[in-house]
């Protein structure tokens, strides 16, 4: 199943808590991509945050890999985890 994930700082969070993190969550991103459980990575248009598109065989599998993203083991990045299905509008095109 795809799982939409939407990464930003906790409001508030002083950047030097975050600037350390950094390495380590391209890494860890970078090792879950390699896996194929991540499988697209954007900014926001602004910056404030990113959106990852994960592929897993349950939110609860993507809930554990966040989990180990090292920003949210610090406690610095919040993630917004949203369960995707395929859209079904376009049928309306071809119903008879």
């Keep these: 199943m795809q799982v939409l994930v ?3 700082v906790v409001a508030g969070t002083a950047m030097e ?3 350390p993190l950094v390495k380590p969550e391209a890494a860890k991103v970078w090792e879950y991509y390699a896996a194929n459980l991540v499988h697209t990575i954007h900014y926001i248009a602004d910056h404030s945050g990113a959106v990852l598109l994960f592929e897993a065989p349950s939110v609860e ?3 554990e890999a966040v ?3 090292p920003m949210v083991e610090a406690g610095v990045l919040e993630c917004e985890v949203i369960p995707l299905v395929p859209y079904t509008g376009l049928a309306e095109l071809f119903a008879k």
């Design 6 to 8: 939407i990464a930003r």
């Design 17 to 19: 808590k975050v600037l």
């Design 67 to 69: 989990a180990k993203l």
């Design 61 to 63: 599998a993507v809930n």
